[in-house]
């Protein structure tokens, strides 16, 4: 049977012991994803309280962080999603997105109403990646790809 969260503390609780033990035993995001089965942004995103993970994946990721039988049964639940409090977050890496959306989004969003028509990009049929690629000017850049199903609105 499928369960739902109403009450985020469950999940942040979890997400914390869930990283201290991925810390502790020297375990990457990757490692978790491989042992899931699925993308690294999707079973990071759970672990860290923002998704559901399949049964057999909320298990096995229980069982390579050595979690309990009740961890990975709360891996398993719906859970109450967003996970940054009202206002503007003061992590600063967290901060630079909302930075972006503040700067770009409605640049975003006119382009996107221009070739798609109105609508929304949906966070639900979703993928991200996260790529570090070499910069031609030295260093390094991030690459972020968003993915998101278009949805049009639909007058009723």
Not at 105 to 130: C, M, P, R, W, Y
């Amino acid at each position: 049977m499928i369960h739902a969260q109403f009450d985020p503390t469950a999940r942040q609780n979890l997400a914390i012991a869930a990283v201290e033990a991925k810390t502790r035993k020297d375990l990457s995001w990757q490692q978790l994803a491989d042992a899931a089965g699925l993308s690294v942004a999707f079973v990071t995103a759970a672990v860290l309280g923002q998704h559901a993970l399949p049964a057999p994946a909320a298990t096995a990721v229980a069982e390579l962080l050595g979690l309990d039988e009740d961890a990975a049964m709360l891996l398993a639940t719906i859970p109450t999603r967003g996970s940054q409090p009202s206002g503007v977050p003061t992590d600063p890496t967290i901060y630079r997105f909302h930075e972006m959306l503040q700067v770009y989004g409605t640049t975003l969003k006119a382009l996107i109403h221009e070739q798609f028509g109105d609508g929304i990009i949906s966070a639900i049929n979703f993928k991200l990646d996260v790529k570090k690629v070499a910069d031609p000017e030295g260093g390094e850049r991030a690459v972020i790809t968003l993915d998101g199903k278009y949805l049009p609105t639909k007058p009723f």
